[in-house]
């Protein structure tokens, strides 16, 4: 391969991802498969998980997938996936933190508890799983992290005032990671997707004077799919993307620029 040929592939990568059983996590694994990305695979569900690795290993001979179920909210089991990590032997060069959850709702009717879960699961893990990979990451010369953030974190949307606070919070991580650790030569950068066609949004479109709402403020007038949100992903851990970091790069069909 020649030096550009290089910069739109990944191998001699190793990518952790979180959520990975399902949606735009699933898609990911997929898509950095197909850029010769080995992979390790995170979900609560372990048995679906385990599904979801011999699938990619048939659909992907000659890429190392393994996959380890934990729920990342939970700190022991965030410390038993990077012992498992640490016994690989291979070091770590991307992370996806793409694991979260919501709960919508109108804000007074949270309780206390109910918002810190929704933190947990958006903001928390990702940032505990960030600086626990940091020691991986520093050993690898094109190290990268992609957060999956969420437009809810750049504007008002309808998921909820805990999901939008933390997904603003997970960007504003994204750029300090990246200001931080840049002299690591680790990249940090987010994806802030609106609606994706996943289990998750189903049952919001299938009103469909909502979707129709949706669409008249999605300027390309569709809903986004799971692979499109892993090609930015993609685009982001790429040698080819290596001036751009502390990013939050919004995969919307143009709704975030949508005034009236």
Known sequence: MNSRTDAWQLQGHTALITG???????????????????????????????????????????????AFGADLT???????????????????????????????????????????????QNLFSAFEMCRLAHPQLVQHAHAAIVNVGSVSGLTHVRTGSPYGMSKAALHQLTRNLAVEWAVDGIRVNAVAPWYIRTRRSEPALADDEYMDEVLDHTPLRRIG???????????LCLPAASYITGQVLAVDGGFINDGF
């Open 20 to 66: 990975a059983s399902k949606g735009i996590g699933y898609a990911v694994a997929r898509e950095l498969a197909g850029l010769g990305s080995d992979l390790l695979l995170v979900a609560r569900d372990g048995d679906h998980l385990e599904q979801v690795r011999v699938e990619l290993c048939d659909d992907f001979p000659g890429i190392e997938i393994l």
């Open 74 to 120: 939970e700190a022991e089991e965030r410390l038993a996936v990077f012992d498992w990590i640490a016994d690989l032997g291979a070091p770590l060069s991307l992370l996806i933190n793409n694991a979260g959850g919501n709960q919508p709702k109108a804000t007074l009717d949270y309780s206390e508890n109910e918002v810190r879960a929704i933190f947990g």
């Open 225 to 235: 799919e799971p692979e499109e949100v892993a090609a930015a992903i993609a685009f």
